[in-house]
């Protein structure tokens, strides 16, 4: 499990087709503070560390991204120099400072538009029919990794929603998210209890 806090910016430095993908990130941490078998949230995607190296500061993990997970997540992710959102799995004790986040990617959306306003940037994001139910106004949801509140929503005459949220300056800075532009993909997860009361109302119905 995951807050949807990000606690650093990765970067991928290297690629390699083995059957599955793997993938080496560097990263701002000490590698004695990565443990072989963690999983880390990369943009959003639960992964689990294979591999590490480095030095205080300047560490990298690897990990292997199954063709299953590269065909649901956000186009383009898995290359070469792309910056990643990474938070480490939450452990008993640590504050919840976001919301519960599993880190399995429900949908891949679309920016639509990237507007400053007063020093913020709003964004809105064009998603799914299959995701639009679980999209509620200051409900949360996870893009890219980063949990965030739904300021408002508009739904689509062919079953897609588009929604709305506010980045803060200091959140553009220490996540991806200030790096976005309009037509980016982005991965996005709803919020594990709209999952289940979607379930509990599909069979009270």
């Known amino acids: 499990m995951f807050t949807g806090i990000v606690t650093a910016i990765g970067t991928i430095t290297n690629?390699?087709?083995?059957?599955?993908?793997?993938?080496?990130?560097?990263?701002?941490?000490?590698?004695?503070?990565?443990?072989?078998?963690?999983?880390i949230a990369c943009s959003g995607v639960c992964l689990t560390v294979v591999e590490k190296g480095g030095k205080q500061s300047d560490a990298w993990f690897a990990v292997d991204v199954s063709?299953?997970?590269?065909?649901?997540?956000?186009?383009?992710?898995?290359?070469?120099?792309?910056?990643?959102?990474?938070?480490?799995?939450?452990?008993?004790?640590?504050?919840?400072?976001?919301?519960?986040?599993?880190?399995?990617?429900?949908?891949?959306?679309?920016?639509?538009?990237?507007?400053?306003?007063?020093?913020?940037?709003?964004?809105?994001?064009l998603a799914g029919p299959d995701i639009a139910p679980f999209v509620a106004e200051k409900g949360s949801i996870t893009v890219d990794g980063v949990s965030l509140t739904v300021n408002d929503i508009e739904d689509e005459a062919n079953g897609d929603v588009r929604f709305a949220l506010n980045i803060i300056p200091h959140t553009g800075e220490v996540t991806t998210l200030g790096d976005l532009s309009e037509g980016d993909a982005v991965n996005l997860e709803i919020d594990v209890l709209a999952r289940y009361l979607k379930r509990m109302q599909s069979l009270a119905g």
């Not at 898995?78 to 400072?97: F, M, Q, S, T, V």
């Not at 919301?99 to 990237?114: E, F, I, K, Y």
């Open 15 to 39: 690629v390699e087709d083995r059957g599955d993908t793997r993938v080496v990130v560097a990263c701002p941490w000490d590698p004695a503070g990565i443990d072989i078998g963690a999983s």
């Open 67 to 125: 063709g299953e997970t590269v065909a649901r997540t956000a186009q383009d992710q898995w290359r070469a120099d792309r910056r990643l959102n990474l938070e480490p799995a939450l452990r008993l004790g640590d504050e919840l400072g976001g919301h519960l986040v599993t880190g399995h990617v429900d949908s891949v959306g679309r920016v639509a538009l990237v507007e400053d306003i007063g020093g913020s940037t709003r964004l809105e994001i």
